[in-house]
Nanobody, 125 residues
Framework: QVQLVESGGGLVQAGGSLRLSCAAS????????MGWFRQAPGKEREFVAVISRSGGNTAYAESVKGRFTISRDNSANTVYLQMNSLKPEDTAVYYC??????????????????WGKGTKVTVSS
């Protein structure tokens, strides 16, 4: 499995922005669809965004569409989540996840094989 390390979380006021990064340990990164999920206190983990292996296709949860942007740099083995217009309901631990090699994009966490330990995002009102 690929080792994934998230960074970039923190405390931000509503309306602000944060950029999360997820660095992967292996050169096979470019073969993996990558996703972001989040888990708020007392809630189940939920899908946020996913990006194809090439970066040419993306998909988002309705709750973040138009505010969040997922991107990747395969030369740097890194996937990003740019979060704008943050709301208090975006407060959660955000997890980076890697799919199977040559896999397709998915919104289901069961389809992802590798997970980071998460980075906490807190949005104050």
């Amino acid at each position: 499995q690929v080792q994934l390390v998230e960074s970039g979380g923190g405390l931000v006021q509503a309306g602000g922005s944060l950029r999360l990064s997820c660095a992967a340990s292996e050169r096979t990164f470019s073969k993996l669809p990558m996703g972001w999920f989040r888990q708020a206190p007392g809630k189940e983990r939920e899908f946020v965004a996913v990006i194809s292996r090439s970066g040419g296709n993306t998909a988002y949860a309705e709750s973040v569409k138009g505010r969040f942007t997922i991107s990747r740099d395969n030369s740097a083995n890194t996937v990003y989540l740019q979060m704008n217009s943050l709301k208090p309901e975006d407060t959660a631990v955000y997890y980076c996840a890697g799919g199977p090699p040559y896999g397709t994009m998915s919104r289901a966490d069961d389809d992802f094989l590798s997970w980071g330990k998460g980075t906490k995002v807190t949005v104050s009102s």
